[in-house]
């Protein structure tokens, strides 16, 4: 009933390499003020601040509460969270304040139910824009793109979303529609390839921006390792992705037979790099995110990378299902987001979107809009809600019990950034 669902030790440091542009060793005791060089031009482009700081729940209240640092500058201030018991190194996002950090205003950072060490180190990221750049979204299932990126693709001018699978899969809701499980799981299929045509408009990304390749839930794995052969939908007992492909506007070559192979999805994918000639590719980090469907759109993106004559030139990684916890991002709706629990010691780049409280809003009706994040009546959940809320002060709730309407909702969005040399 209080699980968490931690699944690492909370009391060991955070194991990120940053590969900043600026960094600094700052005292939080005397608040974050930087000196940065007016002069130099770079100076006002750090678009993305991370401090690296010693958080440890305090005693009683941080086992009990979640542990917040309130960071604030002025009138403007605002929250984000760690996990209930944590210690050690944890990245806070400062980048709710990149313009105050940039003119060398004085930041201040507070915990509550954890203490704070006195020293910590800034880092200071200048990313290009990437909402000027044509961005190609890789999208395992619909509601993939939303979750990871609705707030980044809204303020893009040129954003082209392909989703991989009609996620047909788990139909149970369907059933009372049709009884035969064969027909649910086409009719969940067919819905939510609506959704990952559709829903997008919301955030200003056309119709005919967004394809919908139709391939089956939970088998991108399978195809991948016996590439010519065909697998069917587990569910929906089918062995033809048109019947999904229905609300594209646009034509594939694998159009002409249907057949679920990894060796179309491949040529699927190096079709539409070809025709959209993406300058940024988003897609699921296949080091942070558990999803095989995850992990295996993104090997299937880099193959068809590795195969076509177009060079991106940024890749941005996301993750929806966390291994190490299913809590993350921490906290309520419209938080901020930190860095997520990471342990592998890779050295990084970070980009976080920020989204203003009306773009965060939008999100969370372009996620309400999705046929598979509609609140479920489950008992145990129900319960370990209303507990939480009563008695350690947890309400996250605010637009429904589906949990992603709290974690997705948050302040910004965060991204590892790899540049394509």
């Given at each position: 009933m209080w699980s968490d669902h931690i699944f690492y030790d909370p009391k060991q440091d955070y194991l990120y390499i940053l590969n900043s542009d600026f960094q600094l060793q700052v005292d939080l005791r005397e608040g974050i003020t930087l000196k940065l060089d007016t002069c130099n031009t770079s100076s006002s482009r750090f678009d993305t601040w991370i401090l690296a700081q010693k958080i440890k729940a305090t005693s009683i209240a941080g086992q009990i509460f979640d542990p917040a640092v309130t960071v604030c500058c002025g009138s403007k201030q605002h929250k984000q969270y760690f996990e209930r018991g944590g210690a050690g190194i944890r990245y806070i996002n400062l980048s709710d304040f990149a313009e105050e950090l940039n003119s060398g205003q004085l930041v201040h950072i507070t915990g509550k139910h954890c203490s704070l060490s006195g020293t910590g180190t800034i880092h200071g990221f200048c990313n290009p824009n990437f909402s000027q750049k044509r961005i190609l979204i890789i999208a395992p299932h619909a509601d993939d793109a939303e979750l990871s990126s609705f707030g980044l693709y809204s303020q893009s001018d040129d954003v082209h979303i392909v989703t991989l699978t009609a996620g047909e899969v788990e139909m149970d809701d369907f059933s009372h529609v049709y009884h035969q499980p064969e027909q649910a799981s086409v009719l969940k299929g067919r819905l939510r390839s609506m959704d990952s045509i559709a829903i997008p408009l919301l955030g200003g990304v056309p119709q005919e921006r967004c394809i919908q390749l139709g391939y089956f839930c939970k088998r991108l794995k399978d195809m991948k390792q016996q590439p010519d052969k065909e697998f069917a939908s587990l569910s929906a007992k089918i062995t033809d992705t048109r019947i999904f492909r229905e609300f594209n506007s646009q034509n594939l070559l694998s159009d002409?037979?249907?057949?679920?192979?990894?060796?179309?999805?491949?040529?699927?994918?190096?079709?539409?790099?070809?025709?959209i000639q993406p300058k940024v590719i988003v897609m699921p980090n296949p080091d942070?995110?558990?999803?095989?469907?995850h992990i295996y759109s993104t090997i299937a993106m880099k193959e068809?990378?590795?195969?076509?004559?177009?060079?991106?030139?940024?890749?941005?990684?996301?993750?929806?299902?966390?291994?190490?916890?299913?809590?993350?991002?921490?906290?309520?709706?419209?938080?901020?987001?930190?860095?997520?629990?990471?342990?592998?010691?890779?050295?990084?780049?970070v980009y976080s979107c920020q989204s203003d409280i009306d773009l965060q809003k939008r999100k969370v009706f372009s996620l309400r809009m999705m046929h598979d994040l509609k609140d479920k009546w489950v008992l145990k959940k129900q319960l370990r809600s209303l507990l939480q809320g009563l008695l350690i002060r947890r309400r996250f709730?605010?637009?429904?019990?589906?949990?992603?309407?709290h974690k997705a909702v948050k302040q910004n969005e965060v991204f590892i950034v790899s540049e394509i040399k």
């Open positions: 002409s037979d249907g057949r679920p192979t990894w060796d179309n999805l491949i040529q699927d994918l190096v079709e539409l790099l070809g025709n942070m995110d558990a999803h095989d469907d068809a990378i590795a195969k076509s004559s177009i060079e991106p030139q940024y890749e941005l990684f996301y993750a929806n299902h966390y291994h190490t916890t299913d809590m993350f991002p921490f906290g309520p709706a419209h938080s901020a987001a930190s860095l997520p629990p990471d342990f592998s010691g890779h050295s990084v780049r709730w605010r637009y429904g019990s589906e949990p992603y309407l």
